[in-house]
């Protein structure tokens, strides 16, 4: 599950790109209870919104970018873009000390929750790095105000941005299949096994 955020910036920059670098952080929100089933009940009332319901967690991006358009004759060339890229996770927290065998399933099920909310964001980290490949070295004929590029540029994100969401729709509906990790993580807390 996750929410996305995402800005273009354009603005000059050195003639070369340097990759994807992103800052991940992590925020916390509160659950409580002294078992599973009430723990879960308590990520059920106090998880992040996203849509129409709550969540367990969510993965969560903001990327902007800094994008160098040279002008060569009548043509327009990206020569080179830089992203900066923040993603946040956020994750249950169990508040006050849990006795065992809560503490170990606790500890096991927030785990897993965090595994799965960094593959969502290891495929946002693969979504910039093929926006950078797409779009370093990108030239548009017959445009000297660099206008014409920034459209051709947008279409090629927004097919991009699609892909990317489809993926994550995709890797969530498996995880929470009846055999995926994450309902495998929900029924060992509710279950205790």
Request: hydrophobic share 40%; charged share 25%; proline share 4%.
């Amino acid at each position: 599950m996750r929410l996305f955020f995402f800005v273009l910036y354009f603005a000059a920059w050195p003639a070369h790109s340097e990759g994807v670098s992103a800052k991940e952080q992590i925020r916390v929100y509160a659950v409580s209870g002294r078992t599973g089933p009430e723990l879960y009940a308590s990520i059920g009332e106090n998880g992040p919104r996203l849509g129409a319901g709550r969540v367990i967690a969510h993965t969560g991006f903001k990327l902007t970018w800094r994008r160098d358009y040279r002008r060569r004759g009548d043509d327009c060339v990206l020569a080179a873009a830089k992203p900066n890229l923040v993603i946040t996770y956020t994750l249950p927290e169990a508040k006050g000390p849990l006795a065992s065998p809560t503490a170990e399933n606790w500890a096991r099920f927030r785990a897993g929750v965090e595994a799965h909310e960094r593959v969502h964001g290891q495929i946002i980290k693969e979504m910039v790095e093929e926006i950078l490949a797409v779009s370093v070295g990108l030239e548009e004929k017959n445009d000297p105000s660099c206008k014409k590029i920034r459209a051709t540029l947008t279409e090629r994100l927004r097919d991009i941005s699609q892909r990317e969401r489809a993926r994550q729709r995709d890797y969530d509906r498996a995880e929470f299949s009846d055999n995926g990790a994450v309902h495998q993580l929900i029924l060992m807390l509710v279950n205790g096994g």
